[in-house]
């Protein structure tokens, strides 16, 4: 999206407010598993992960965290403590997130930073496949997307940074780092 278009940060905040992202709904941990399943079956018990773009309510990690893993909370809105930033990981996941980011670049190249040799980064975004249906696209339509991908561009950014890359499931992304 033009940056003349994007919002300030306190209307995304107000917008990301009304976002029913309860932790205990079944139906929405159903959504997150379509990337937690996947992400577990590769990390080892009791792997420390961190949940970047978590948002208010951490769904993503009680599920990790049930699962035996330790998991930190990043989201410049809701869990802005930067300490977090400051380690390394043996995972970091990005649910709904990385069409937010207005210098997607920089924040790939963070997350590479973030997470260990022989770690994972799980991205699970809306693909756009359809260029003929993009107008209409519901996705296209919340305005605090202001970016958008497609399997070919995950290819390209594991491509340029190295990683190896699996798609376990539709809109969900495995990068390994080597």
Same mark, same amino acid.
């Given at each position: ?12 905040r ?15 941990? &159903?959504?997150?598993? &379509?990337?937690?399943?996947p992400?577990l079956? &590769? *990390? ?16 993503l ?6 699962a035996?893993?330790?998991?930190? %909370?990043?989201?410049?809105f809701?869990?802005?403590?930067s ?5 390394c990981?043996?995972?970091v ?7 937010? %980011?207005?210098?997607?670049h920089?924040v790939?190249?963070? *997350? ?6 022989g770690?994972?980064?799980?991205? #699970?975004?809306c ?10 696209w519901?996705? &296209? ?5 202001v970016?958008?991908?497609?399997e070919?561009? #995950?290819?390209? %950014? ?15 992304? %495995?990068?390994?780092?080597?």
């Amino acid at each position: 999206m033009d940056p003349a278009h994007w919002l300030t940060p306190e209307q995304e905040r107000d917008i990301y407010d009304l976002h029913d992202n309860d932790p205990d709904d079944p139906g929405y941990r &159903r959504f997150l598993s &379509r990337l937690t399943a996947p992400l577990l079956d &590769r *990390l080892s018990d009791g792997a420390h992960g961190l949940d970047f773009g978590c948002g208010p309510g951490p769904a993503l990690a009680r599920i990790m965290e049930a699962a035996g893993m330790t998991v930190s %909370l990043y989201d410049p809105f809701f869990h802005p403590e930067s300490s977090v930033l400051d380690r390394c990981y043996d995972f970091v996941t990005c649910t709904e997130v990385v069409e937010h %980011l207005h210098r997607p670049h920089e924040v790939f190249l963070e *997350l590479d930073r973030l997470v260990k040799p022989g770690g994972w980064v799980g991205v #699970m975004t809306c693909f756009q496949t359809d260029d003929s249906k993009f107008a209409n696209w519901h996705y &296209r339509r919340d305005p605090t997307h202001v970016v958008f991908y497609r399997e070919a561009t #995950m290819g390209w %950014l594991a491509e340029k940074l190295g990683w190896a890359m699996e798609v376990p499931v539709k809109d969900v992304v %495995l990068f390994r780092k080597p």
